[in-house]
């Protein structure tokens, strides 16, 4: 399965942050293929979701981007805000709705299909994140 990272060719630090400093979010919150922050401090927001959203887009150039997301109280908007970077960007977005992680990962290699999924995985409930 191919991972966003690879049709990169590098990570989505080096990828996207460049396109995304104006943002003003700390370093921290971009890691080498994912993002996570505190979501009741500011460090993630629904306007780095868009812009994001419009980065992956920008940089891929896929007709369609599978999104998915967890049941934290943050996912829903952070979803609105992400597909609105995608579509502002001139791609569809596939919502997967409320699912496990890997089965974004899953659907986005046997469709062939950029993936992305806002989770924390395991962090407290007061963090989110994004996994591309």
Known sequence: MERVGVIWGGSLETAVTPTLRLSMKPDTVFKAYDLRGRT??????????????????????????????????SSPAFFDALSSGITGAGADVIDLGEV????????????????????ASHNPPEYNGLKL
């Open 40 to 73: 009741d401090t500011g460090e993630l927001d629904a306007e780095l979701y868009r812009r994001v959203g419009g980065a992956l887009v920008g940089l891929l150039r896929p007709q369609a981007v599978a999104v998915g997301r967890d049941c934290r109280q």
């Open 100 to 119: 496990p992680t890997d089965l974004v990962y899953f659907w986005s290699g046997a469709h062939r299909v950029p993936g992305a999924m806002i989770t």
